[in-house]
């Protein structure tokens, strides 16, 4: 990843989106998905979650960063975890 000039992390965050998307891409393939209801106020697809997912641990990561001092590894898990619990019952 040397040719975009990229950190590290930076290089880890997007080659995990990227993971993250082709995953779901095979899963979709595999297991077509089903509009279900769970604790957000609206019905969603996996895609949908992975969506909203990916969005609330962006505000995470901004809201860590802007108004605490906690280590950026700490929104990171947060991020995860939150992720997992959204996927799993969103």
Known sequence: ????VWTVPT????SSIAAM???MTVW????PT???KG???IAT??????????LSAAFIHLGV???TALSIWIALAISAVWLLVLMRWG
Do not use: H
């Open 65 to 67: 960063i802007g108004f």
């Open 39 to 41: 604790f957000l106020p």
């Open 45 to 54: 697809t996996r895609g949908d979650r992975l969506f909203i997912g990916l």
């Open 28 to 31: 979709e393939i595999l297991s």
């Open 34 to 36: 089903i509009e279900r």
């Open 1 to 4: 990843m040397s040719w975009m």
């Open 21 to 23: 998307l082709a995953g």
């Open 11 to 14: 290089a880890v965050f997007f």
